[in-house]
C-alpha cells in the first residue's frame, strides 16, 4: 500500500494536474468511481495506472470485476495519498492514470450530421459540460480550437462525466481550418452569438435539419467580429423572462438539442 503522500510516484501523479506535466509525458488524471468506470467500459485500454483506498474500493465493487477484465491491478493507497494524488477536494478515494486520446478533425468531420467547435471557451465547466450536452444530443463529435482550455484538464474531464470516453474529441486546430474542412463535408455553420437571429426562426425555417456544425465562443466576449464572420448564420438563444444572459454550457445544450430535434423530426 502506497502510505507517503511525498513519495516521488505519488508526486508524478499529482503534477498532471497541470498542463505541462500532461503535455510533457501524454497522460491526464481521472478522478472518482463514475469516470474511472465510464473509462474501464468504454476506453479501458486507456488506463495507465488505477489507485483507491480499500474502503472505496469496498464501496464500489463493481468496478473491481470491470478492472479484472481490462488486465488492470488496483494498487492501494492511503487517504493521504489519495487527496494528495487528486486535483478535487473529494475524489470519492478513487484516482486513475489516462493516456491521451485526442482524434483528428478530418475523422469527426467525415460523415457527421451535428458537430460543436468551442472557439475561445476557457473555462473548463463550461467545456466539460458542452461535451456532456453534445454526448447527450447523440452529436459526432467536439472540436476543441487552439485557444480553448485543454481538454485534459481535470475539471473538464470532471464535467463532462465520462461523457470523454464516448465521442470523439479533436483539440489545437486553427478555427479557420477547421470551418473550411466542415464546409467541405457538407456542414453548415452556425455561430451561436447574441448578434444572431431568434432560434425560433431558424427553427421554422428548417435551418436546423441541415447537418450542422455549431460554433461556440468566448463566454465573456463571444466570437469576434472576424470568426462572426466565418459563419455561415448566426443564431441566438432567445430570453423570455428577466435573466441578465444565459450561460454558455446551458445555451449550448439548448442549440445542440434543437439541431437533434429537428434532424430526428
Known amino acids: 500500500m502506497l502510505d507517503n503522500p511525498r513519495s516521488p510516484r505519488v508526486r508524478s501523479v499529482a503534477k498532471l494536474a497541470k498542463r505541462e506535466a500532461r503535455a510533457a509525458t501524454g497522460l491526464f488524471l481521472l478522478e472518482g468511481p463514475q469516470a474511472v468506470a465510464e473509462a474501464l467500459t468504454f476506453r479501458p485500454e486507456l488506463l495507465v495506472e488505477l489507485f483507491a483506498t480499500p474502503t472505496a474500493w469496498d464501496r464500489y465493487a463493481e468496478l473491481a470485476g470491470a478492472a479484472s477484465q481490462a488486465g488492470l491491478e488496483v494498487e492501494f493507497v492511503t487517504e493521504q495519498v489519495l487527496d494528495a494524488m487528486a486535483d478535487t477536494v473529494t475524489p470519492q478515494g478513487i484516482v486513475a492514470v489516462c493516456h491521451q486520446f485526442p482524434t483528428s478533425v478530418k475523422d469527426i468531420l467525415r460523415g457527421s450530421?451535428?458537430?460543436a467547435i468551442l472557439e475561445e471557451v476557457r473555462d473548463p465547466g463550461n467545456a466539460g459540460t458542452i461535451i456532456r450536452a453534445a454526448d447527450a444530443a447523440g452529436a459526432d463529435g467536439v472540436i476543441f480550437t487552439g485557444r480553448s482550455v485543454d481538454l485534459y484538464n481535470p475539471k473538464v474531464v470532471r464535467s463532462s462525466t465520462g461523457s470523454i470516453f464516448h465521442l470523439p474529441v479533436a483539440v489545437g486546430a486553427e478555427l479557420e481550418s477547421v470551418l473550411d474542412r466542415a464546409r467541405e463535408s457538407g456542414l453548415a455553420i452556425l455561430a451561436a452569438d447574441i448578434k444572431g437571429e431568434d432560434l425560433l426562426?431558424?427553427?421554422?425555417?428548417?435551418?436546423?435539419?441541415?447537418?450542422?456544425?455549431?460554433?461556440f465562443g468566448n463566454e465573456a466576449r463571444g466570437l469576434s467580429d472576424e470568426h462572426f464572420a466565418l459563419a455561415d448564420r448566426a443564431?441566438?438563444?432567445?430570453?423570455?423572462?428577466h435573466a441578465e444572459s444565459m450561460n454558455l454550457a446551458t445555451a449550448a445544450s439548448v442549440c445542440l438539442y434543437e439541431s437533434a430535434f429537428a434532424q430526428r423530426s
Open 113 to 115: 450530421k451535428l458537430v
Open 201 to 215: 426562426t431558424a427553427r421554422i425555417d428548417g435551418v436546423l435539419a441541415a447537418p450542422t456544425a455549431w460554433l
Open 235 to 241: 443564431i441566438t438563444v432567445p430570453i423570455y423572462g
